[in-house]
């Protein structure tokens, strides 16, 4: 057992130095995911939040009943956007949304008091109109509608509440025009609303994890190439110790990116006007620090099974970069998973970065407990083992073809 230990050392220490001679490649570990987590984070900022956009709207309102001018008062309360909206006449409210002046203009027909009054629930959303820009983002128009909706739903069981409690001779406890509603919320009553920082830090964190293959394939290839592998295995080392002795630098350093990431959107990001990440307490960090551990195991995994298979360092950089890109392109991280067509989000589910982005979602928007994350993170564990099996493979194989 000491015997096996000293060796381990042996190769921990071997792989440490390595990885301190390529200080490039480390750089671009840390600088490449650092750069993108800014950049989307200021990008998409709008196309996540939409509250962010802070949308010109208008509105048209040609009906004045008291139920109608309570559904606006609502609407200025919980609709984003919309506390400011100017009141225009529906000709001028065309041409500002035609020409671009105005994001939205919500039309509150004649009649739309009448109907939020009657018994048919649909009757009342038939008489609101939404004049929406064609160039605004898709989900800030998504928003809008679903807002308009749900306050005039609201308004509606408000009404019906108020007319009931008044034939049963029960004061009403809420009046109509205070009731506010939040566009999200967490089971604990705190407010939630996802954002771009909490989408790009960790899928861009996922992607810089992923390419450890850079600093590693090189080094494995340049020990096959020069005889080193095979002196180690011809005193006794199998292809598990040697992958078990370059294991825990990279994982190591993997953990580092994730803690400089991390900092990066808690702290860089807001310093430079931008959202700041909300990290969770205690729990949440043992929970992101054990996400973490199972996507860098994913990621090595990866990373042993392109440098056993690459016959030079080229080769590895094209297989690992090319497969890369495609796991983040299909897995959410570089087109966020609510922006493809619904018939391609399935899709996303056969990369393990996007196995990686829903357990660090899970951590970060709802404090899932572990138990919750324990599918994503046996996949993820699964998925390198399965690569580090088929690479001890591929090693013990080139031994017997050698």
């Known amino acids: 057992m000491s015997r096996l230990l000293v060796r381990l050392l042996a190769l921990w ?12 490649a480390l750089a671009a570990l840390f600088v490449m995911p650092a750069v993108f987590i800014l950049i989307m984070s200021f990008a998409l900022r709008d196309a996540f939040d939409p509250a962010a956009l802070k949308p010109r ?19 200025r309360r919980s609709v984003s956007g919309f506390d400011e909206a100017r009141e225009v006449s529906l000709a001028d409210a065309r041409r500002a949304v035609g020409r671009g002046d105005a994001a939205f203009a919500v039309v509150l027909q004649a009649g739309v008091g009448t109907a939020i009054l009657g018994p048919e629930p649909g009757a009342a959303a038939a008489k609101v109109q939404i004049l929406v820009d064609p160039a605004v983002a898709v989900v800030a128009q998504q928003a809008m509608r679903q807002q308009v909706a749900a306050v005039l739903g609201q308004v509606q069981a408000s009404e019906m509440s108020r ?57 494995f290839i340049a020990e096959r190439q020069f005889g ?36 990066v959107g808690a702290s860089l990001v807001p310093a430079l006007g931008g959202e700041a990440l909300q ?14 551990v199972s996507v860098s195991a994913a990621a ?16 590895a950089t094209v297989i690992g970069g090319v497969g890369n890109i495609l796991m983040a392109a299909i897995g959410g991280v570089m087109v966020p998973r609510f922006i493809m067509p619904a018939a391609m989000q399935p899709l996303t589910q056969v990369s393990p970065m996007a196995w990686a982005l829903d357990a660090f979602h899970a951590v970060l928007l709802r ?10 993170m046996l996949a993820l564990l ?14 013990q194989r080139s031994r017997a073809t050698a």
């Open 300 to 315: 090595i995994g990866w990373a042993f099974l392109v440098a056993s298979i690459a016959r030079t360092s080229e080769q």
């Open 13 to 24: 220490r071997k792989e440490a130095l390595a990885l301190l001679r390529d200080p490039h």
């Open 163 to 219: 007319r009931v409690q008044a034939l049963m001779g029960v004061p009403l406890p809420v009046p109509m025009d205070s009731v506010a509603l939040p566009l999200m919320q967490r089971a604990d009553g705190r407010s939630l609303k996802p954002s771009a920082v909490q989408q790009s830090v960790p899928a861009w964190l996922i992607f810089g994890l992923f390419f450890v293959v850079i600093p590693l394939a090189p080094v």
């Open 228 to 263: 080193t592998l095979l002196r180690l295995r011809a005193m006794g080392a199998s292809p598990a110790l040697l992958i078990a002795g370059k294991l825990p630098p990279f994982v190591l350093l993997n953990l580092l990116q994730a803690c400089l990431m991390f900092a």
């Open 57 to 75: 709207s208008l509105l048209v309102q040609q009906d004045e009943s008291p139920a109608a001018r309570a559904l606006v008062a609502a609407m």
């Open 279 to 292: 990290l969770p307490g205690a729990g949440g960090l043992a929970a992101l620090a054990l996400v973490s």
């Open 382 to 395: 699964g998925f390198g083992a399965a690569c580090l099996i088929l690479a001890a493979w591929a090693l």
């Open 367 to 376: 404090d899932a407990p572990l138990a919750d994350l324990a599918l994503p």
